[in-house]
């Protein structure tokens, strides 16, 4: 089961990683989604427990599994949403003022408002 | 106890949730937000004189047993993180309320990043020290984009970027911490970790590591920083040099000499190595450049590299001398940068002071960080580290003096809104830089005591 969870971890953290490398915006914040999901699913990993559903009373004789790792599951995720929620508003700002999410672009734009301010100091 | 111990975070917490809502360009509003952050100061330095005189402070949430509930727990070291924090944020918000605040939500999320950092220096507990680490860091998120030109809202998005993955990175280390001790609690992981495996206690280390060198910006790790500093207002940059990047210190100290000393010790030259890189670029490009907060940014690179050589030295000395750099350089940052934009003799003199500082001339402050740093070298026998020292010294000079002529005596300072009032806050932070120079035994008592506090075990 370690084996499988890690695999997945594996899969979608290199996933992440991929679009982080993308020339666009919005890929960017879908890779850092996924990396953030990957972490959170590393946590649920670390936690792996198997045994009945720690609810009380307790079913007797019979371990119960690690409710921890789900408390910190759900707290990361949480904040991983905030985070995105805050990621897509300052990708959207970068838009609104360039017109474009492609960060090829986005630098080109860049340059030229770097050489219009240099111009205008000379 | 458990009071004065809880209301230093309360206190922000309660102040900043309204001011979300209110709008901070109104004069009124900011001075709240400023007041809310006074008192909250005061509460810290109540809590700080019981630690330093009584030693360390400790409460469980909800009453639980410790171990179930959540352990919040002042020592000397984090007390002396969260006063530098708090006070860099209160003289930021100070200064720029004097110069006009031109956003709504400034103040406020000045005051959750105080709730953020405080929280983080108190935690007891890996996760919430997470929890905290990302409450913090949200704020400043969002302060990167304040007084946003175009440019600055894609220099935001870089950092949030790179420094959500650091976050990301630190959250599986937390998961590993967890899965090799089955505790959250730092005591309990630090006797958990000196009994696990080599294999993934070293893994474990090298993730906190690169976590926490992303927030201080280190060498390899860097490339967010010169952007996100380059555009913010001068406010917004002292905040994140003079608080945020608190958050690497302090972790790099707490994880590295607490919770995980046996690998700290095996990977001490990994850290001068890294650290000694971060002196010399941020030096060397810092030179290159001729804008004030070009040159600060790739200063701040710098700086923050001593901290690491001396955590990576160790000891009792090199923690030190690692924790009074750390507070130095915060207070040398942060005046540096709110000088930014402003003129006239006496923000002339004050800047002198900064660069006195940066560059270890007596009587400013950093002479001490420079003088404990080279007692750290001595002390190692390492002859390349005290030449180290001295050339990254040397370097500063040269920088930090090139600034000063191009800025105050060839005038080519870029002025935005001077009125006289705002060189208030500028000359009070460099009256403090000089005055822990010219009465340094506070300094080297806190200091000593909150390296001392590393590795003691619960109270």
């Known amino acids: 089961m370690i084996l499988l969870v890690s695999a997945v971890v594996a899969i979608v953290f290199g996933s992440g990683c991929y679009l982080l490398l993308k020339g666009d915006l919005f890929r960017v914040v879908a890779g850092t989604v996924l990396i953030s999901n990957a972490a959170v699913l590393t946590l649920v990993g670390a936690g792996f427990t198997r045994g009945a559903a720690p609810i009380r009373p307790f079913p007797p004789g019979s371990e119960v599994s690690d409710p921890l790792v789900q408390a910190l599951a759900l707290t990361a995720l949480i904040i991983g949403f905030g985070v995105t929620a805050l990621l897509l508003t300052l990708a959207f700002r970068v838009y609104a003022s360039s017109r474009t999410v492609d960060l090829d672009q986005l630098s080109q734009i860049e340059a030229a408002r770097e050489d219009e301010l240099e111009e205008a100091e000379a | ?459």
């Open chain 2, 1 to 459: 106890m458990t009071a004065v111990l809880f209301l230093p975070l309360l206190i922000p917490w309660l102040a900043a949730v309204p001011l979300v809502l209110l709008d901070g360009s109104r004069k009124r509003v900011a001075w709240l937000a400023v007041a809310a952050l006074a008192v909250h100061l005061t509460a810290l330095a109540v809590l700080a004189a019981q630690v330093f005189a009584h030693g360390p402070a400790q409460a469980v949430t909800g009453e639980w047993p410790a171990g179930v509930g959540i352990v919040v727990r002042a020592d000397a070291l984090g007390m002396v993180f969260a006063l530098l924090s708090s006070g860099v944020l209160l003289a930021a918000l100070v200064h720029e309320t004097l110069a006009g605040i031109e956003g709504r939500r400034f103040p406020a999320f000045v005051v959750f990043m105080a709730a953020g950092l405080t929280g983080l220096f108190l935690a007891r507990d890996v996760f919430n020290f997470y929890v905290f680490f990302e409450v913090a860091m949200i704020s400043a998120y969002a302060l990167s984009t304040y007084g946003g030109e175009a440019r600055q809202a894609g220099a935001a998005f870089v950092f949030a970027v790179v420094n959500l993955l650091g976050s990301f990175l630190f959250l599986i280390a937390v998961a590993g911490i967890y899965h090799q001790t089955g505790t959250l609690d730092m005591d309990g992981v630090t006797t958990g970790l000196a009994a696990a495996g080599p294999n993934a206690s070293i893994l474990i280390a090298v993730l906190v590591l690169v976590a926490f060198s992303v927030k201080l910006g280190l060498f390899p790790f860097h490339p967010w920083l010169p952007a996100v500093y380059i555009g913010a207002r001068p406010a917004v940059a002292a905040i994140l040099a003079g608080a945020l990047a608190n958050i690497g210190s302090y972790g790099v100290l707490r994880f590295g000499a607490d919770l995980l000393p046996a690998q700290l010790r095996a990977g001490s030259i990994a850290l001068v190595v890294l650290g000694s890189a971060s002196i010399v670029y941020g030096a060397v490009q810092a030179i290159g450049r001729r804008d004030s907060a070009e040159v600060l940014a790739y200063s701040a690179i710098g700086q923050v590299g001593y901290v690491l050589v001396a955590v990576g030295v160790g000891g009792a000395v090199g923690l030190g001398a690692a924790v009074l750099y750390a507070i130095v350089n915060g207070l040398n940052k942060a005046l540096l940068f709110l000088s930014i934009e402003l003129r006239g003799w006496l923000v002339g003199a004050a800047f002198a002071i900064g660069a006195f500082s940066v560059v270890g001339v007596p009587p400013a402050a950093g002479f001490l960080g420079k003088v404990v740093m080279f007692r750290a070298g001595v002390e190692t026998g390492s002859a390349a580290l005290v030449i180290l020292i001295f050339l990254g010294g040397a370097l500063s000079f040269l920088y930090m003096f090139q600034l000063y002529q191009t800025d105050f005596w060839a005038g080519a300072r870029e002025v935005g809104r001077s009125a006289p009032r705002t060189r208030v806050v500028v000359l009070v932070l460099a009256a403090l830089v000089l005055g822990l120079g010219a009465w340094p035994e506070p300094l080297l008592a806190v200091s000593r005591d909150a390296a001392a506090a590393l590795g003691e075990g619960p109270p």
